[in-house]
């Protein structure tokens, strides 16, 4: 089923003239530069309680969320690049303003871009916008330029005339603490039309990804004059209760209109974050290491911690002591790291070479081969080795660990093999290197433009050559040695060698730890505030040897929204899940329950489709699917509305009525299982008679169930298996509770 949809999803897009970029746009070199985009983290000068709120919000992570960009790169290789910057242009909105290719990864960008729905994009828009997804001009100018705000009174003029006594500078030319210059009032900002452009997405006329101004607008909170600010920047977590009162700003320790409004960054809602906690949230003080170091950072493990690093400081200092030793020999990690990270970037072609930030770091990593090999220090440092594999052979007799003796023999005999390599290595490394040195500064004198793959393949083919000149002892010692600190527990990547270092990093990820327990609280606040479970209701007197039928009922309490709400297709999810438990407290019977993966147990399970769980006849589930009707066949149920005959042909067929009035394509039904507004709807059980054996009290434990994505569909788009477990992780039980019951 899967490529079948991939194959239709592909056609579909591929005829949507709407979402295809024209080409670059032509803007003025402000619109470029960099500091023309100020950071968030600049902002925090005066705001830090709003960066504090934005840094662990669904806009702060729109442009890291891994899953966004599993999903964004899928729809593109299957579109063959024709969707343009659609998906981009809401997610990383000045990315895309400033220029930056789609295709770029998230290292390769510039910080203000990786920081998603950033302060200035919302706070430097003077115009009015509607449903055009995510087309706003952001004005360009450095931090001093002025802000937009709901708001213009005196206050900030008052700021202005008492600058001096207040140490701030307005321009660049001044010493203080830097502001901006000036507000403008922006009406737009504080109703419920500024979020359209984002959170209505349609990829073609009539079919929406992301409904929640359709819904919104059809609501009794809209009847009422409830904005999405009211519930989702207010002072409960989903209800329109109010705002808080705070400061709109803390000048140099001086608090400036005290008692304003305060509106929540956190921005409320059911989404969560998967990503590495050393990644998101944005915290000033983790940008001390790139994006790749803490990718490397193994968090689970406790790197940093008291526990880990009291674990392993008995012989953590030996294995610096070879680290230190394996300077200038050819089997050096770090000359072996510089290769691999120059062959991932030959890997992604030309989009790799386009920018200076990049081409510098590579250019770093060249230069690292280049002190690799020297013929003439070979005797000293092997002598240096030497005397480090003793002390390792020392802890490892002291370690009590099972596999290190092994390990440590195999780390011997490598090192023999590598120190008979060693000379050879030298000659033929040296021209080997030279030539793929030669080969990048072809590439580093040449504007992006003038790149060609031609040049990407000299280098590619320069930088086998100069692995092949690497000895197959190199890499044989490299990995025995990697095996040995795996069994000790000592494998560090050279950014997090050092003990301090991963102390502080361990710091880091504690802080950004308590943010996200801090957001996991305000997302169940959100679930719960908007939902109510009433029951079990029973039909008749349960009985042993009879059919236990009961309900229970399901209201949506939130006056804004479906349950779920936003995006269709795959997500969000949204069960029930029920057990009866029997008088010896066996689980006897249960609705929405989840297979090893993780997934309920419906037509999309994996392990329905290998055959190794029943499918669940009675879940009730109200996760939005596509329900599309083919010309032959029945319903089928679609991760996206794709229109699709079940022959190996793409057929899109045209419809007599326009997309337009019906709100979606011909033969697709939308929002079939999602509670309206207000609205309410019975989850109906029936448990079979035979397993009502004996009489006693039973227990009926109820919950509803919320993940962001299903498991299946993040397989469909190639998340990896640590983003299947941490959405997992994230899955949160909603009013969960039980009851008990006499059976006579």
Partial sequence: MNSKILTFI??????????????PKQFPEAFYADESYPSASQCAGCHQQIYNEWASSNHAYASISPMFHKFEQAVTDLTQGTIGSFCV??????????????????????????EGITCITCHRVKEEYGKVNGERTIEPGDIHVAVGGTMRGSVFDDIIKNKEKLKLATSSKERGQKIHAGVYKFEQLGKSEFCVSCHQ????????????????????????????????MGKVPGVAAGYDKGPSAIVNGVPINPNRRHSNHAFYGPGYPIAHPGIFPHNPDAERWTIQEWLKFDFKAEWGSEKFEGSIEEYAEVFDELDMALEGLGGNVASLDALETLEAAISRGKTAFMRKEPLDRLKAEIETLSSAVDVDAFADKFEELNDAMQNINDAVDGSGVVTAPKSFKRLSAAIKQLKQTATKTAKTFKPAYEKTNAAFETISNKKAEELTDEDITNLGVAVSELRKSMPAAANEFTAEMVALKVSMGVNFPAAWADPGDREEAWEIIQANVDALNEKKEMRKQVMENGSRIDGPFFTGTPGVGKDLAFKYTITNTDDGHNLPSGSLGAQPEIWFNVALIDPDGKNIWESGYVDSNGDFADNHSLDLAAGKIEFDDQIFNLQTKFLTTNVKGTDREMYLPVSFDIDQRPLLRSSNVPTTVLNHPPFVRMEGRSIPPLGKRDAKYTVPAELLKKPGTYKLAARMRSRAEPIYFMRFVGATSEMEESMNEWMLDIHPYSVEFEVK
């Fill in 10 to 23: 592909a056609g579909l897009l591929l005829v949507i003239p709407s979402i295809v970029d024209a080409g």
């Fill in 89 to 114: 242009r809401c997610h990383q909105q000045v990315g895309t303003q400033k220029g930056e290719a789609r295709y770029l990864p998230l290292w390769d960008r510039s910080r203000v871009a990786r």
């Fill in 201 to 232: 997405v349609a990829v073609n006329l009539g079919i929406k990804l992301e409904v929640v101004w359709d819904q919104y607008r059809d609501s009794p909170a809209f009847k009422n004059g409830v904005t999405c600010q009211d519930c989702h």
